[in-house]
């Protein structure tokens, strides 16, 4: 018997996947909590906004500090126990009549949008609250927030995945997620600063675009800062490169540079599964 296109495969698996997400507690819960965190980061913010600090422009920051700290993590332990050779039901899904690539992309696509879907709704309330609060002008830069952490989720998902399918084990999967997180989060912005510290100055800042887009976090933090124009929200890294993205041909590098986070590690995670037996 001819099996089914490859394309057809992987809409099956991305279904099953949708539908045993959707049907477990963990997704809608995301979806709640993050609703009722993002509302009251946005509202603590605005009323803690003084005369200098415009209140909107504290809100959004905030919130995009609440989207670089917490999605990341998130999209890193789901990625990482998604393709654990311990996990539930993997084995039979290598065992099914389909390439393995197309199984873990198919997983991998289905978490994505499953985890994609959460984050958006959790982000509702804050944005019908701000287009009443603030007119459709804001708005705008609102949803650019939610297409920074919707891509940021994908990224990280996939480098979650990726260390799922090197690791194997779903105990040191999460633990290298966790690892990883820390060294995007917080290692890396430290290390910039002593190497700007030590460092030639001249050399430093010829490189220093590419270092900033050697970190997702770091990319979608500039981007954010290029639309906000809210340069003493952007952390010590992203403020000083607001000059070197500006104009049209920045915004292309930097929407390129987080496509390739977004497709890189699947496909690195694709290229190791289809080496690897079961």
Not at 37 to 65: C, H, K, N, Y
Not at 128 to 137: A, F, K, M, N, Q
Not at 158 to 179: M, Y
Not at 182 to 193: M, R, S
Request: a neutral charge.
């Amino acid at each position: 018997m001819d099996l089914p296109p490859a394309w057809v495969q992987l809409a099956v698996v991305v279904g099953d996947e949708l539908r045993e997400a959707w049907r477990g507690r963990w997704l809608p819960a995301i979806a709640l909590v993050w609703a009722i965190v993002a509302f009251l980061a946005a509202r603590m913010a605005i009323q803690l906004a003084g005369s200098a600090v415009p209140a909107f422009e504290l809100a959004s920051a905030t919130l995009f500090d609440l989207v670089n700290l917490l999605v990341p993590l998130l999209a890193l332990v789901i990625g990482a126990t998604s393709l654990a050779s311990d996990g539930d039901g993997i084995e039979a899904l290598w065992l099914q009549p389909m390439s393995r690539g197309v199984a873990l992309l198919g997983r991998t696509l289905g978490q994505m949008l499953s985890l994609c879907g959460a984050i958006a709704l959790g982000f509702v309330p804050t944005f019908v609250w701000i287009g009443r609060s603030y007119g459709p002008e804001r708005v705008s830069l609102y949803g650019l927030l939610v297409l920074l952490a919707l891509a940021l989720s994908i990224a990280f998902l996939g480098l979650g995945a990726l260390l799922s399918t090197v690791l194997r084990g779903r105990v040191k999967a999460v633990g290298a997620a966790c690892a990883t997180w820390a060294t995007f989060g917080i290692l890396y912005d430290a290390a910039l600063l002593g190497l700007a510290a030590f460092a030639d100055g001249a050399w430093f800042h010829r490189g220093l675009a590419g270092f900033m887009l050697a970190n997702p976090l770091d990319t979608a933090r500039v981007a954010f800062l290029l639309a906000s124009g809210a340069r003493s929200f952007a952390g010590p890294a992203g403020a000083s490169l607001a000059h070197t993205f500006s104009g049209q041909g920045g915004a292309v590098l930097l929407a390129v540079g987080l496509v390739a986070w977004m497709i890189g590690p699947v496909g690195v995670a694709i290229a190791v599964r289809d080496r690897m037996d079961v």
